[in-house]
T-cell receptor, first 113, second 112 residues
Framework: DVKVTQSSRYLVKRTGEKVFLECVQDMDHENMFWYRQDPGLGLRLIYF???????EKGDIPEGYSVSREKKERFSLILESASTNQTSMYLC????????????FGPGTRLTVL | GQQLNQSPQSMFIQEGEDVSMNCTSS?????WLWYKQDPGEGPVLLIA?????ELTSNGRLTAQFGITRKDSFLNISASIPSDVGIYFC????????????FGKGTHLIIQP
């Protein structure tokens, strides 16, 4: 079974802090994604990556950056956290040549005070 | 970006009832995916559809890929308490860039 893990289930940070959210997948997937999920807005794509050291902006990249130094790990970085970044963050991965099915981690619920 | 219109937003049903929800788009989709999300967890893939007209079942769940490639529906038969959760449709739009577009979800609530 595909397993996608995220470093924290719950996180509380203060405004202005630098925040790292880590995601690891164990299926040698090339593609990894970061979404945020907010009530009434559904899942929105922040950034994605097709390969190591490669990154592409999604629909809402402002205020975020990412890092992919190893194939299995994709990090989301909030350079200076703000209260409007309080949200549920979901990481997903998928392999190439498949049917676009994405496999999700359990999510990190981030609260910025 | 692309949008998926998912309905209904929420459903209040009795245990044992059948459930039906659907998703429509103004754009063509090559794949339709249905996910379920339990509270505090990430979405879990239920059914994947790859061809227009395809009808696929997974236990009590049945999903269909619309002939026009612009819609899909999910049925749940004989609902049970563990069916409670949020159901999302998703897909990569044809000719679209990357990642999935998600519907806003159908929140299923089962009354005892």
């Amino acid at each position: 079974d595909v397993k996608v893990t995220q470093s924290s289930r719950y996180l509380v940070k203060r405004t202005g802090e630098k925040v790292f959210l880590e995601c690891v997948q164990d299926m040698d997937h090339e593609n990894m994604f970061w979404y945020r999920q907010d009530p009434g807005l559904g899942l929105r794509l922040i950034y994605f990556s097709y390969d190591v050291k490669m990154k592409e902006k999604g629909d809402i990249p402002e205020g975020y950056s990412v890092s992919r130094e190893k194939k299995e790990r994709f990090s989301l970085i909030l350079e200076s956290a703000s209260t409007n970044q309080t949200s549920m963050y979901l990481c997903a991965s998928t392999g190439t040549g498949g049917g676009n099915e994405q496999f999700f981690g359990p999510g990190t619920r981030l609260t910025v005070l | 970006g692309q949008q998926l219109n998912q309905s209904p937003q929420s459903m209040f049903i009795q245990e044992g009832e059948d459930v039906s929800m659907n998703c429509t788009s103004s754009s063509i989709f090559n794949t339709w995916l249905w996910y379920k999300q339990d509270p505090g967890e990430g979405p879990v893939l239920l059914i994947a559809l790859y061809k227009a007209g395809e009808l696929t079942s997974n236990g009590r769940l049945t999903a269909q890929f619309g002939i026009t490639r612009k819609d899909s529906f999910l049925n749940i038969s004989a609902s049970i308490p563990s069916d409670v959760g949020i159901y999302f449709c998703a897909g990569p739009p044809a000719g679209g860039a990357d990642g999935l577009t998600f519907g806003k979800g159908t929140h299923l609530i089962i009354q005892p």
